[in-house]
């Protein structure tokens, strides 16, 4: 699972270097922008405000990103003509088509001490090739010493000074920063070394060194800033891939984990955001303390990646058992309340399941995302083809967030027949989304993805609203008093403003609550009964009738049925598919609901024996294609058409 960038503070945005347009942006980037809305902004068009040296320079920035390095650095922008200079962390970016873009996080400058810049003293001393000190001018003996023999004495690091000798005799110039001796402690200089002829062994070595010790520091810390998570103090996403690069530039091999937890939505939600931090800091402490010698690192929401050098703490599966254990240790929060938790966790190896930074990390996602579908509370090694799943994911993500605003959502209303008199008891209402790139997305894929980025009450709002104005009419057209059949979610059920919010949008359109039936799956509506808030009994003690959906394919809950405060079961429909072989499952059923003072509703009626066979048993609400296939409002406006009607 991908992390919701909209919550981030900073702006962050993707750039197309090619097409000078911006790709994506969360909503802080909005703010920075001077953009009205994310398609406003998408639709800039940069070409004529971009010079020819910035784009140069942007191209320069993308070969860095090919290489796996990132940039750092201050930058202006002036949308809207309006000035705004802001720390960037940019990094690439590869669109779906392989080209590699630019991504940007960028901090306000005015949250950034500007003062610190190079010193304008210029120290300069002289070397022969093997490093032996020649002479330096009075700025540099203040600063460094009167003790230095040797250029390498000036590094901190070894290491560094054999860089400097190596580079100076290949390429005869050299020009980085370093971290250097002085009499004050250790400072950051600026290097510039040259080399005073052609032939090496007769020229001399100058070096001009610049203190920026001030900017130097800001700038690591800035970075670090960039780098790490706030609320857990653990790497970022960006600095995760920093630390990736070095031990993929190594070759050491490794394992990544993808640990993602199970349902945190719903306890951000029903416990609140409080609750919710603490329990993100109590997970990233135990996988710090627990795995010291690993990498670890919060990408998310509720999103964290540890990367384990092969070897050091066990085998693959045994990591993973691992921290699944770690994830299901109750968690103490607010009150000393202990809360339990799981969580999925995919994970890829290095170099088997790809030498690549993003592919490790989208293939270890793609595992975890299996996990969760299995069933969540388990770990998955990562197999061929597992990303190809999540790739659609973030696609149909993508477009999703925007489909409301581009009005691509449309109703379908199959309907409900009362077959004792041949009319239509009700309507259900059933979400068609027909996106422009991705054509008709299914239903239970898109609805299942809303959940996941956490939008599915934006638009189950927009269900409701958009049903419960359109039942007036849908009556008028079939000469009815129908009544309508929504569909709510788990998450969007246990909200406590629900009732309240239903009843508010039927008075908009002057409807009462026996108007409206919600549909729930037997398994969300067990796990409410011995809730303390019963959100069943919420809904239904307005008046709004509650129907238990899909009945039969959950949990064996015909003992629990009585607890339940619905007034209908809808029979799923591969019970109707068997009735022609035998109805005695059905009719079981049947009379029990009877007896339990239940109407019983059928589901999946395609033929006429099946409907004929079903009123026979008694059951006489029936709903499937051969009694009516659902369609958009307009076909039952349709004045030319025939009577709604019971054609089976």
């Given at each position: 699972?991908?992390?919701?960038?909209?919550?981030?503070?900073?702006?962050?945005?993707?750039?197309?270097?090619?097409?000078?347009?911006?790709?994506?942006?969360?909503?802080?980037?909005?703010?920075?922008?001077?953009?009205?809305?994310?398609?406003?902004?998408?639709?800039?068009?940069f070409?004529f405000?971009?010079s020819?040296?910035?784009?140069?320079?942007?191209?320069?920035?993308?070969?860095?990103?090919?290489?796996?390095k990132?940039?750092?650095?201050?930058?202006?922008?002036?949308?809207?003509?309006?000035p705004k200079?802001?720390?960037?962390?940019?990094?690439?970016?590869?669109f779906?088509?392989?080209?590699?873009?630019?991504?940007?996080?960028?901090?306000?400058?005015?949250?950034?001490?500007?003062?610190?810049?190079q010193?304008?003293?210029?120290?300069?001393?002289?070397?022969?090739?093997?490093?032996?000190?020649?002479?330096?001018?009075?700025?540099?003996?203040?600063?460094?010493?009167?003790?230095?023999?040797?250029l390498?004495?000036?590094?901190?690091?070894?290491?560094?000074?054999?860089?400097?000798?190596?580079?100076?005799?290949?390429?005869?110039?050299?020009?980085?920063?370093?971290?250097?001796?002085t009499?004050?402690?250790?400072?950051?200089?600026?290097?510039?070394?040259?080399?005073?002829?052609?032939?090496?062994?007769?020229s001399?070595?100058?070096?001009?060194q610049?203190?920026?010790?001030?900017?130097?520091l800001?700038?690591?810390?800035?970075?670090?800033?960039a780098?790490?998570?706030?609320?857990?103090?653990?790497?970022?996403?960006?600095?995760?891939k920093?630390?990736?690069?070095?031990?993929?530039?190594?070759?050491?091999?490794?394992?990544?984990?993808?640990?993602?937890?199970?349902?945190?939505?719903?306890?951000?939600?029903?416990?609140?955001?409080?609750?919710g931090?603490?329990?993100?800091?109590?997970?990233?402490?135990?996988?710090?303390?627990?795995?010291?010698?690993?990498?670890?690192?919060?990408?998310g929401?509720?999103?964290?990646?540890?990367?384990?050098?092969?070897?050091?703490?066990?085998s693959?599966?045994?990591?993973?058992?691992?921290?699944?254990?770690l994830?299901?240790?109750?968690?103490?929060?607010?009150?000393?309340?202990?809360?339990?938790?799981?969580?999925?966790?995919?994970?890829a190896?290095?170099?088997?399941?790809?030498?690549?930074?993003?592919?490790?990390?989208?293939?270890?996602?793609?595992?975890?995302?299996?996990?969760k579908?299995?069933?969540?509370?388990?770990?998955?090694?990562?197999?061929k083809?597992?990303e190809?799943?999540?790739?659609?994911?973030?696609?149909?993500?993508?477009?999703?967030?925007?489909?409301?605003?581009?009005?691509?959502?449309?109703?379908?209303?199959?309907?409900?027949?009362?077959t004792?008199?041949?009319?239509?008891?009700?309507?259900?209402?059933?979400?068609?989304?027909?996106?422009?790139?991705?054509?008709?997305v299914?239903?239970?894929?898109?609805?299942?993805?809303?959940?996941?980025?956490?939008?599915?009450?934006?638009?189950?709002?927009?269900?409701?609203?958009?049903?419960?104005?359109?039942?007036?009419?849908?009556r008028?057209?079939?000469?009815?008093?129908?009544?309508?059949?929504?569909?709510?979610?788990?998450i969007?059920?246990?909200?406590?403003?629900?009732?309240?919010?239903?009843?508010?949008?039927?008075?908009?359109?002057?409807?009462?609550?026996?108007?409206?039936?919600?549909?729930?799956?037997?398994s969300?509506l067990?796990?409410?009964?011995?809730?303390?808030?019963?959100?069943?009994?919420a809904?239904?003690?307005?008046?709004?009738?509650?129907?238990?959906?899909?009945?039969?394919?959950?949990?064996?809950?015909?003992?629990?049925?009585?607890?339940?405060?619905?007034?209908?079961?809808k029979?799923?429909?591969?019970?109707?598919?068997?009735?022609?072989?035998?109805?005695?499952?059905?009719?079981?059923i049947?009379?029990?609901?009877?007896?339990?003072?239940?109407?019983?509703?059928?589901?999946?009626?395609?033929?006429?024996?099946?409907?004929?066979?079903?009123?026979?048993?008694?059951?006489?609400l029936?709903?499937?294609?051969?009694?009516?296939?659902?369609?958009?409002?307009?076909?039952?406006?349709?004045?030319?058409k025939?009577?709604?009607?019971?054609?089976?």
């Open positions: 699972m991908s992390i919701d960038c909209n919550d981030l503070s900073t702006a962050l945005w993707v750039y197309d270097i090619d097409n000078y347009c911006i790709y994506w942006a969360n909503k802080a980037a909005l703010v920075l922008w001077e953009a009205a809305s994310l398609n406003e902004l998408i639709s800039r068009n070409k405000e971009t020819d040296a910035v784009q140069k320079t942007l191209l320069g920035y993308r070969s860095a990103f090919e290489s796996g990132s940039v750092s650095m201050f930058w202006r922008f002036t949308p809207k003509d309006i200079e802001t720390f960037c962390q940019m990094s690439g970016y590869q779906a088509d392989g080209r590699i873009g630019l991504q940007c996080e960028a901090i306000p400058a005015q949250l950034i001490n500007e003062q610190a810049s010193s304008s003293i210029i120290m300069l001393s002289t070397y022969d090739i093997n490093g032996n000190f020649i002479s330096a001018n009075p700025a540099f003996i203040d600063q460094m010493g009167q003790q230095i023999s040797q390498s004495q000036l590094f901190t690091d070894s290491d560094h000074s054999r860089d400097v000798f190596k580079s100076i005799r290949q390429k005869k110039n050299h020009t980085s920063d370093y971290l250097l001796n009499v004050s402690g250790d400072q950051w200089f600026h290097l510039q070394l040259s080399i005073s002829a052609e032939e090496i062994d007769n001399e070595i100058l070096v001009q610049f203190n920026i010790n001030q900017r130097k800001e700038q690591i810390n800035l970075t670090k800033q780098n790490s998570d706030p609320l857990t103090g653990l790497l970022n996403r960006r600095g995760l920093e630390k990736l690069a070095k031990n993929i530039e190594t070759n050491t091999e490794f394992y990544i984990y993808y640990i993602d937890i199970d349902s945190f939505k719903m306890i951000n939600d029903s416990m609140g955001h409080a609750v931090d603490s329990i993100l800091k109590t997970l990233a402490q135990r996988l710090d303390s627990t795995f010291k010698q690993a990498i670890v690192s919060r990408v929401g509720d999103e964290f990646i540890l990367v384990v050098n092969k070897g050091e703490y066990g693959q599966g045994d990591i993973a058992n691992s921290l699944l254990e994830t299901n240790l109750p968690y103490t929060v607010l009150n000393d309340t202990p809360v339990l938790v799981s969580a999925s966790v995919g994970s190896n290095y170099p088997r399941d790809g030498t690549d930074l993003e592919k490790l990390l989208l293939r270890a996602d793609a595992a975890m995302y299996v996990a579908s299995q069933g969540k509370k388990r770990g998955i090694s990562y197999s083809g597992m190809d799943s999540l790739q659609r994911r973030s696609l149909v993500a993508r477009y999703l967030y925007l489909a409301i605003e581009n009005s691509e959502f449309e109703l379908h209303y199959q309907p409900i027949i009362d004792s008199n041949n009319s239509i008891y009700g309507f259900e209402a059933l979400l068609r989304w027909h996106n422009p790139s991705l054509g008709l299914p239903t239970e894929e898109a609805i299942t993805i809303a959940e996941q980025i956490g939008i599915i009450v934006d638009v189950e709002n927009w269900v409701i609203n958009q049903a419960i104005a359109d039942l007036t009419k849908l008028q057209a079939t000469d009815s008093q129908a009544l309508l059949s929504l569909n709510i979610s788990a969007r059920f246990i909200d406590p403003q629900l009732p309240t919010y239903l009843l508010q949008v039927l008075a908009e359109h002057g409807l009462s609550a026996s108007d409206l039936e919600i549909e729930l799956t037997e969300t067990l796990k409410d009964i011995n809730n303390e808030h019963n959100s069943a009994k809904i239904t003690d307005q008046g709004i009738l509650l129907s238990i959906d899909d009945f039969g394919t959950g949990y064996s809950s015909l003992a629990y049925l009585h607890q339940i405060p619905a007034s209908i079961v029979i799923d429909r591969s019970f109707t598919a068997r009735i022609t072989e035998s109805s005695a499952t059905i009719s079981s049947h009379h029990l609901l009877k007896s339990l003072q239940l109407t019983t509703l059928v589901e999946g009626v395609e033929t006429e024996q099946q409907s004929k066979m079903l009123k026979l048993i008694g059951i006489n029936q709903q499937g294609y051969g009694l009516g296939r659902p369609k958009p409002l307009s076909y039952y406006l349709d004045k030319s025939p009577s709604i009607q019971a054609t089976v």
